[in-house]
């Protein structure tokens, strides 16, 4: 079983912005994205991943992801290459995942060089097209080094061809059910575009709450206490869920609540994981 590790919030920054990735490390998110593929023109590329590496010799105050260039691309071996074994790299994002195969491909290429001092990099997938989500439980479990998987929404509404939000929702919950299938962490909901409608991104992450997605990619430091405010737990939620922890552990196994509601296991699970969300608020 993984170990529950609970980020709410993922900001991207542009790999040849030094100063903006700097910014992003001060933000307060909980993982920073750096970015080597749409974010960078191709003229910028070699900076861009000249300026990430010399970053990510030192060791990061939060986590650092990379995302690195297209795996079809000619860019991505030099960004693998370049990145590998950095002390300050915890992570590799790869672009429009299609197959397993690139999966693996990319952690042959990337996992020798960090093997010698903390072992394989975790690797996620970002699946950002119509091949990508019907093949993403194999994705999923594709290798050990793979810790999640997400979608990119802006390629894949175009791949769809989809006009309406609602119309990305098969897709979504394909992609939460085939993570959980592969005993993978619920994924992070892909970006709001509209860096000012706080309020569309506010009822967005509700709605992806609701579909069992887990914190959301950013693309501005303002997204992020909204972000975290719409999946932590509400006040009612964590009663609640200290009502069943506190049942469970008084009475083993399925049983009633004096108001009438039943819980098992699984109802016991889900309040674990609400109290542990629940500890962001202290």
Known sequence: MITEVLPLT??????????????????????????????????????????????????QPVPVHV??????????????????GLPGLSGLRLPKVTS??????????????????????????????????????AIACAHPALRGIALGEADLRADLGVREDRGLDWSRSRVVAAARAAGLSAPAQSVFPDVRDLEGLAASCTRGR????????????????????????????????????RAATATAGAQALPDGRFIDAAVVAVAHRTLTLARRRR
């Open 210 to 245: 609701a579909l069992g997605f887990l914190g959301r990619a950013a693309i501005h430091p303002r997204q992020l206490p909204v972000i975290e405010q719409a999946y932590l737990p509400t006040p009612k939620e964590i009663v609640e869920a200290e009502q069943i922890a």
């Open 100 to 137: 397993p195969r690139e999966v693996v491909r990319v952690a042959e290429l990337a996992g020798p060089a960090r093997a010698a001092q903390d072992g394989e990099v975790a690797l996620h997938a970002l699946l950002e097209s119509a091949l990508g989500v019907e093949h993403a439980f």
């Open 10 to 59: 993922w900001l991207y920054a542009p790999g040849d912005r030094p100063d903006v990735v700097g910014k992003a490390l001060d933000s307060g998110a909980d993982v920073v994205l750096i970015d080597l593929e749409d974010a960078v023109a191709p003229d910028r590329k070699e900076y861009a991943r000249t300026a990430t590496a010399d970053r990510l010799r030192e060791r």
């Open 67 to 84: 995302r690195v260039n297209a795996l079809d691309g000619p860019w991505v071996e030099g960004d693998l290459k370049a990145l590998s």
